[in-house]
């Protein structure tokens, strides 16, 4: 409480132009009236965050301009470990802290309004999260080209989906959201913080479900068909550089009618003769591939953020619904 009321009466003793006092005087010039103090009253998470953040960007051009793929796998567990320490230490103590302190009792007394403290909080916030996460999602992806093309089936799989495009931004964002959310309803931060934990633990669960059955079938599947036979040693028909396959688990074989036949068809044949004679009496002409190509890659991320977004948006609803009138 008293950090907040002298820092106002700072801010307000300041005359016009003045360069300020302390250690971040042009900050400080910038940043002006609540946003200054909710700059200060938070400042060293703030700065924690983009500390870290600018570290691991440098760490990840460091080994991109090495061309060095080791730390590769442990860098994309640290990324997708972000949004759940965001939530955590970041989310979940905004507003608990005042609403413990008093603080907040103080700030709704003063000239202020409720609606003015929530959006000044949540928006440095945001700004702070949205700055951190796409410098490493950029830094990520730009790392994750050395060797996109060996690995490419693996770019709809988590460690790379949700580390790269807009996927980090709007996963930190909803988790952050979450434990701010989190926070003032049960108004105790070692609370708020535990619950958020298994919290955002749930988000990262549930998103990574939701991305290995659904998010796929939404994208536009290209199938690729052969009418050349099929050989002995099972060789599939090349897939465009970065492409995913679908139907691993599905029928790969089709036959004259269009009719599709799965792995096992023939499998017991023993020598090349047996095989062609057996895929001869099946009547199978060729190959049927499901893959989806890597330029969907960016378009299926945005459709995940979207969804991703939209919940951000709806807490964000619930958060200043809440707040302007039990936010004290």
Not at 53 to 81: D, E, K, M, N
Not at 238 to 265: C, E, F, M, R
């Amino acid at each position: 409480m008293s950090s907040l009321t002298s820092t106002s009466t700072t801010t307000k003793s300041e005359a016009p132009g003045s360069t300020g006092t302390g250690r971040l005087p042009q900050l400080r010039q910038l940043l002006k009236g609540m946003t200054w103090l909710v700059w200060r009253q938070h400042r060293a998470v703030f700065w924690t965050v983009l500390g870290a953040s600018a570290l691991a960007v440098a760490f990840i051009v460091f080994q991109r301009s090495q061309l060095h793929t080791a730390g590769y796998g442990p860098t994309s567990t640290g990324l997708r470990l972000m949004p759940i320490l965001l939530g955590v230490f970041l989310g979940a103590p905004l507003f608990t802290g005042d609403l413990e302190n008093g603080t907040a009792k103080l700030v709704v007394t003063q000239s202020m309004s409720r609606t003015r403290w929530l959006t000044t909080k949540l928006a440095l916030t945001a700004l702070v999260v949205v700055v951190s996460t796409v410098a490493l999602s950029v830094a990520f992806g730009w790392w994750w080209t050395l060797y996109d093309e060996s690995t490419a089936w693996e770019w709809t799989s988590g460690p790379t989906f949700n580390n790269t495009g807009p996927m980090p931004v709007a996963l930190a964002l909803f988790s952050v959201f979450g434990g701010v959310a989190i926070g003032v309803v049960l108004r105790r931060t070692l609370v708020a913080m535990v619950v958020t934990l298994g919290f955002t633990v749930i988000v990262q669960i549930v998103w990574s479900h939701f991305l290995a059955h659904f998010l796929l079938s939404l994208a536009n599947v290209v199938t690729i068909t052969t009418n050349k036979g099929v050989t002995f040693e099972n060789v599939m028909p090349p897939l465009p550089t970065g492409a995913h396959q679908v139907n691993w688990s599905n029928p790969p074989y089709i036959t004259s009618d269009g009719k599709l036949l799965g792995w096992g068809t023939c499998g017991d044949a023993q020598t090349e003769q047996a095989y062609e004679l057996c895929m001869k009496k099946a009547d199978v002409v060729g190959w049927s591939v499901d893959y989806l190509p890597i330029s969907q890659m960016n378009g299926m991320q945005w459709f995940g953020a979207s969804i991703l977004l939209a919940l951000t948006a709806a807490v964000t609803v619930f958060l200043f619904f809440w707040g302007r009138k039990r936010l004290a």
